[in-house]
């Protein structure tokens, strides 16, 4: 949910000009192409360091399964998930690339979809739900966790780490 997520940085007023994006192209700005927005130099810093966040959620959910395992406190993990699940989060697809491009021209088409609608949040839980069963079965076996998950299955990653 865009619109949340930028509330929770007090920068709401630019949801219209998130709107306008796909989930890559929010992933990919740069300050440049906020200047060129017309986005204030505050929030354009403030935005750039918060999707640099995003993208190093995969490596913060590997660190607090980590230490959930390591026996440690669950407080801090906590805190980090609930503010995790308040961020944008793209459903994980294992398809081939040739069938993200053409997903990706689709959502061209549709530009509300990085804003989202109910029936994407229902499609968005059954795909995490889907990649939970597929990978945590093999982790059921040993403590570690199993098989690793592929690069970029945020959402399944964020379930086995809730699973834990």
């Known amino acids: 949910d865009v619109p949340a997520w930028l509330k929770s940085l007090r920068l709401h007023k630019y949801a219209a000009l998130f ?22 130099k505050g929030a354009r810093h403030k935005i750039v360091i918060s999707i640099q966040k995003l993208k190093e959620r995969q490596n913060l959910l590997k660190s607090l399964e980590r230490d ?3 026996g440690g406190n669950l407080r801090v993990p906590l805190q ?16 081939n690339s040739s069938t993200e491009e053409h997903s990706r021209d689709a959502d061209s088409h549709h530009p509300s979809s990085l804003i989202g609608s109910d029936s994407q949040g229902s499609d968005c839980k059954d795909s ?16 570690s966790g199993g098989a690793p998950l592929p690069e970029g299955d945020l959402p399944g990653q964020f379930t086995r780490v809730m699973g834990k």
């Open 19 to 40: 709107s306008q994006m796909t989930y890559e192209e929010m992933m990919a700005l740069t300050e440049c192409q906020l200047e060129a927005q017309n986005v204030t």
């Open 80 to 95: 980090e998930l609930h503010q995790m699940i308040l961020t944008p989060i793209k459903a994980y697809s294992s398809q």
């Open 128 to 143: 995490a739900t889907g990649g939970m069963q597929q990978h945590h079965l093999p982790g059921c076996e040993g403590e």
């Open 68 to 70: 959930i395992l390591e």
